[in-house]
């Protein structure tokens, strides 16, 4: 494409997180060709939430196919519920489109190595939703613990201790006029329609079938923000996970409490999650947008970073950072900005240029992997496994490698070979 054409994209998944992104999308440039969902009251209550940035009505559609048969679209953003993320990014690339897929970008280990064999195959920019790889206070932040001002790290600390509330499924109702349930649960098993599973915030966030937890849906930010600042080094084969739903009494099956210990070749970085603590704030959108910092001790998102001879506290998508010595004495900081703007315009860059994005997705499966594997340790009995990062399965543990992949529903399975 020229410098200067308009990257044509189509959004699939018209929720909350989906107007923002189409209307980011936009805002850098890119023209919104399609919208698909399974409701049309989300696609109407979309086109009014963008008219202020996009005259031109979009086209509609329910079926995705529509979208990937169009020679026009240039790029796809996948912006549906965790289990059919994978699924359309695949077949986006197979149409030769370029993909932003939200974060968790796959439901299972398997998904997403196929999700990273389809865009090298297919030669296709795939951006994943990771959007503090576009920030630079997180670039500056990288630089600076590369450098070795913090001296020898030994622990990484990465929080995602929000809070919560109890999720209580009432009456099942029923479906809206001509909605497809068989279509929204895709490749999870078949169950019969419930209206909060699609109704309530992401009511589905909290059940197997679906999603694997607010480790993925919230703290992958965080992990791979981490991981960022490391410089992204290789996943370690050891991993230890524990947890379980301790406070909040409900219908979830998700934990509301998880910790999980990777072991690398010369440090220790430990994750830990809640959903219950209600004292527990995550960076405020003023905080974001000023220069201003959290109260790092109460903040949910935070990451510390524990040298030998200083210590770096970061906040994710704006928080910025700052490092210390005794006494809280701040020896350096740098203030952060929202970064999603920064994100949108590099995919739409890339999708151009044909340059490696800066959450590519083989960027991404390293950190995703990673807490899927702490997952799957929590669920196979609070314990640890080893992970073969070159063959990329659990070593000598046929209960963990039972669960790197889900048996799709007939219709929606991404095959073998694609």
Same mark, same amino acid.
């Given at each position: 494409?020229?410098?200067?054409?308009?990257?044509?994209?189509?959004?699939?998944?018209?929720?909350?997180?989906?107007?923002?992104?189409?209307?980011?999308?936009?805002?850098?440039?890119?023209?919104?060709?399609?919208?698909?969902?399974?409701?049309?009251?989300?696609?109407?209550?979309?086109?009014?939430?963008?008219?202020?940035?996009? =005259?031109?009505? /979009?086209?509609?559609?329910? +079926?995705?196919?529509?979208?990937?048969? *169009?020679? @026009?679209? !240039? $790029?796809?953003?996948?912006?549906?519920?965790?289990?059919?993320?994978?699924?359309?990014?695949?077949?986006?690339?197979?149409?030769?489109?370029?993909?932003?897929?939200?974060?968790?970008?796959?439901?299972?280990?398997?998904?997403?190595?196929?999700?990273?064999?389809?865009?090298?195959?297919?030669?296709?920019?795939?951006?994943?939703?990771?959007?503090?790889?576009?920030?630079?206070?997180?670039?500056?932040?990288?630089?600076?613990?590369?450098?070795?001002?913090?001296?020898?790290?030994?622990?990484?600390?990465?929080?995602?201790?929000? =809070?919560?509330? /109890?999720?209580?499924?009432? +009456?099942?109702?029923?479906?809206?006029? *001509?909605? @497809?349930? !068989? $279509?929204?649960?895709?490749?999870?098993?078949?169950?019969?329609?419930?209206?909060?599973?699609?109704?309530?915030?992401?009511?589905?966030?909290?059940?197997?079938?679906?999603?694997?937890?607010?480790?993925?849906?919230?703290?992958?930010?965080?992990?791979?923000?981490?991981?960022?600042?490391?410089?992204?080094?290789?996943?370690?084969?050891?991993?230890?996970?524990?947890?379980?739903?301790?406070?909040?009494?409900?219908?979830?099956?998700?934990?509301?409490?998880?910790?999980?210990?990777?072991?690398?070749?010369?440090?220790?970085?430990?994750?830990?999650?809640?959903?219950?603590?209600?004292?527990?704030?995550?960076?405020?959108?003023?905080?974001?947008?000023?220069?201003?910092?959290?109260?790092?001790?109460?903040?949910?998102?935070?990451?510390?970073?524990?040298?030998?001879?200083?210590?770096?506290?970061?906040?994710?998508?704006?928080?910025?950072?700052?490092?210390?010595?005794?006494?809280?004495?701040?020896?350096?900081?740098?203030?952060?900005?929202?970064?999603?703007?920064?994100?949108?315009?590099?995919?739409?860059?890339?999708?151009?240029?044909?340059?490696?994005?800066?959450?590519?997705?083989?960027?991404?499966?390293?950190?995703?992997?990673?807490?899927?594997?702490?997952?799957?340790?929590?669920?196979?009995?609070?314990?640890?496994?080893?992970?073969?990062?070159?063959?990329?399965?659990?070593?000598?543990?046929?209960?963990?490698?039972?669960?790197?992949?889900?048996?799709?529903?007939?219709?929606?399975?991404?095959?073998?070979?694609?």
């Amino acid at each position: 494409m020229g410098a200067n054409e308009r990257v044509n994209f189509a959004l699939i998944g018209c929720g909350l997180r989906g107007r923002f992104v189409a209307r980011g999308l936009i805002e850098q440039g890119a023209n919104l060709a399609y919208i698909c969902d399974l409701e049309e009251n989300k696609m109407a209550s979309l086109e009014e939430f963008l008219k202020d940035v996009q =005259s031109q009505s /979009p086209k509609r559609v329910k +079926d995705m196919r529509h979208i990937f048969d *169009d020679k @026009d679209i !240039d $790029a796809v953003a996948v912006v549906t519920p965790d289990h059919w993320h994978a699924l359309p990014s695949v077949l986006a690339c197979q149409a030769g489109k370029d993909v932003y897929v939200e974060k968790p970008h796959a439901y299972s280990i398997w998904e997403s190595n196929k999700m990273v064999e389809a865009a090298k195959k297919y030669n296709r920019i795939v951006q994943v939703g990771t959007q503090n790889r576009s920030a630079p206070y997180v670039h500056a932040a990288k630089d600076y613990v590369l450098s070795g001002k913090l001296g020898k790290i030994g622990l990484v600390k990465v929080y995602n201790l929000k =809070s919560g509330n /109890p999720f209580l499924l009432g +009456d099942p109702g029923n479906p809206p006029a *001509d909605f @497809d349930w !068989d $279509a929204w649960l895709g490749p999870a098993p078949d169950r019969q329609f419930h209206q909060d599973l699609i109704n309530q915030n992401h009511g589905w966030s909290y059940f197997w079938d679906y999603c694997n937890g607010d480790s993925t849906v919230d703290g992958i930010h965080q992990l791979d923000l981490a991981m960022a600042v490391l410089g992204d080094p290789d996943m370690p084969e050891t991993i230890f996970s524990s947890g379980g739903r301790f406070i909040l009494k409900d219908d979830a099956e998700v934990p509301d409490v998880q910790a999980a210990s990777y072991m690398f070749d010369d440090f220790i970085l430990n994750f830990e999650m809640t959903n219950y603590a209600r004292y527990m704030q995550k960076t405020t959108a003023t905080i974001r947008r000023n220069d201003e910092f959290p109260y790092w001790t109460q903040n949910a998102t935070r990451i510390e970073i524990y040298g030998s001879e200083l210590m770096m506290t970061i906040g994710r998508m704006g928080g910025g950072w700052q490092v210390v010595t005794s006494g809280g004495k701040v020896v350096e900081q740098m203030y952060g900005r929202t970064p999603d703007a920064n994100h949108y315009r590099n995919f739409i860059e890339c999708v151009k240029s044909r340059k490696e994005s800066t959450a590519d997705i083989r960027i991404a499966h390293k950190a995703l992997a990673m807490i899927l594997a702490a997952i799957i340790a929590y669920r196979t009995g609070n314990r640890s496994v080893k992970f073969d990062r070159q063959k990329q399965k659990f070593i000598n543990d046929e209960a963990a490698n039972m669960m790197l992949r889900r048996i799709a529903r007939k219709k929606y399975e991404i095959p073998e070979i694609i």
